[in-house]
């Protein structure tokens, strides 16, 4: 792929061959959710779009700035597929909240299915910009949330895309990663049926290095995290320290990693060497386009 960069062969790979079969159709008689339900959730992936020498730049080296945004692509093929499978096992609206906001075009071809908000906002207030619904999904609200005064900071945007998603309606709004194309779905869906109990105020899947791969609130996240500093290995630990202050209730998910290091790519292969069905689209690019070093990893 590469939407408004360089289109790789490599990309091009991925996009070709990256199989739907994880997703099952969606008038599938046994997958049918809830739409009652399904309102009152909505899940966004943060994401941006694929753009060599913006996306997944710690991966370079060992990827060149091409190879690295044609992967960070499968990511998100990946991503939006489990997405989808859990979107059928516990019912809640799928949504990409995505960056810059030229992309907007890019991801709804790539997921016509999903709600789409932009991660900085709409380019005025004055221009009545609405975040796009899916199919099937509530209808459209103008975006009534504080406009973001550092937009350059990936919490203040948490901020922003929570705060919209949940003056739309739903009772329940999770935000995770574009940088785990491994993550199961169930997580997912458990990260809902945490957020039904009533003593839970909120839910976190903790990254091995120490940050986030999913955030659940039911109200917007406030200083969870527009004062803490993202991108750090106290991420996580910083985040719980604010939230014990004001006394809110946390649950946490089983522990899972993110794809930012060299290291952290390895394991990726390794984990999909003997798995390739956890992410089908990442599979096949590593089997291609990428050797791996070492024949293990932890």
Known sequence: MNPGGEETEQSRDCVHNAPDARSLPDDHPDLQPSAAKAARRALLVMAKQPVAGRAKTRLVP????????????????????????AAQQEAFIPGIAYTPAAARDFFR??????????????????????????????????????????????????????SVALNRGHRQVAAINSDSPTLPPDLLCSAFRRLDDPCVDAVFGPCTDGGYYLIGVKRPPGRLVTDVQMSTPTVLRDTLAIAAAEGLRVDLLPEWYDIDSADELQRLSVELNSRPERAPATSRFLTTQWTSTSSSQP
């Open 62 to 85: 060992p990827l060149t700035k091409g190879s690295a945004a044609s992967l960070y692509h499968c990511f998100l093929l990946d991503i939006l597929a489990t997405v989808r499978v």
């Open 109 to 162: 071809q790539l997921a016509p299915d999903f709600l789409l908000i932009p991660q900085q906002g709409p380019p005025s207030a004055a221009s009545g910009t609405r975040p796009e619904a899916a199919s099937g999904s509530l209808s459209d609200v103008p975006q009534q949330a504080p406009p973001l005064r550092r937009p350059e900071r990936l919490g203040d945007r948490l901020q922003y895309v929570l």
